[in-house]
T-cell receptor, first 112, second 115 residues
Framework: GQQVMQIPQYQHVQEGEDFTTYCNSSTTLSNIQWYKQRPGGHPVFLIQLVKSGEVKKQKRLTFQFGEAKKNSSLHITATQTTDVGTYFCAGYPTSGTYKYIFGTGTRLKVLA | DAGVIQSPRHEVTEMGQEVTLRCKPI?????LFWYRQTMMRGLELLIY????????DSGMPEDRFSAKMPNASFSTLKIQPSEPRDSAVYFCASSFPYLSYNEQFFGPGTRLTVL
């Protein structure tokens, strides 16, 4: 079946270092969303990408959607302790029922 | 709006007991999703509803799980009988996918422990 994988599974960084998580789908996606889940919390929507090759920025966060619309990345510049959490991508297939497939998640730990 | 409301927030039960989880979606949202999250399996979609009608329940693990949405403001997920492997955090989410972003709004979750 359809799968959305993320790498790495875990990442520990020193505060101030950059961080990137990659999302890869087994099939072409119509769009992709990113969510952040703080420890003990629930996923919270960050952004949605729709167009091939699209790049969007939110302050220190940069999101990219691949040209083939099968992969995406989230890059955080100069991490802060408030960035701690698990980052999920969620892919919406080009066909089929209205169902986002969540990625496996990348857990980020920021060391002060 | 108060956001998606789930109850209870924590549930501890013994194997074999019936468990009912409740969800109130955001008013006006016509899609409702039930997810299960574990360390091993991540975030899994169990079932989703559109206008109170179940659309896709292919993620429901087995017949012990059932979900209903009797009206637009209430849904339940029932496990009967419960087993230790059902221990997880269960999230309900709702969405209104007709705006620029069809984001899902998640509730705080119910942490279920089956002893």
């Amino acid at each position: 079946g359809q799968q959305v994988m993320q790498i790495p599974q875990y990442q520990h960084v020193q505060e101030g270092e950059d961080f990137t998580t990659y999302c890869n789908s087994s099939t072409t996606l119509s769009n992709i969303q990113w969510y952040k889940q703080r420890p003990g919390g629930h996923p919270v929507f960050l952004i949605q990408l729709v167009k091939s090759g699209e790049v969007k920025k939110q302050k220190r966060l940069t999101f990219q959607f691949g040209e083939a619309k099968k992969n995406s990345s989230l890059h955080i510049t100069a991490t802060q302790t408030t960035d701690v959490g698990t980052y999920f991508c969620a892919g919406y297939p080009t066909s089929g029922t209205y169902k986002y497939i969540f990625g496996t998640g990348t857990r980020l730990k920021v060391l002060a | 709006d108060a956001g998606v409301i789930q109850s209870p927030r924590h549930e501890v039960t013994e194997m074999g007991q019936e468990v009912t989880l409740r969800c109130k979606p955001i008013s006006g949202h016509d899609y409702l999703f039930w997810y299960r999250q574990t360390m091993m399996r991540g975030l899994e979609l169990l079932i989703y509803f559109n206008n109170n009608v179940p659309i896709d329940d292919s993620g429901m693990p087995e017949d012990r799980f059932s979900a209903k949405m009797p009206n637009a403001s209430f849904s339940t997920l029932k496990i009967q009988p419960s087993e230790p492997r059902d221990s997880a955090v269960y999230f309900c989410a709702s969405s209104f996918p007709y705006l620029s972003y069809n984001e899902q709004f998640f509730g705080p979750g119910t942490r279920l422990t089956v002893l």
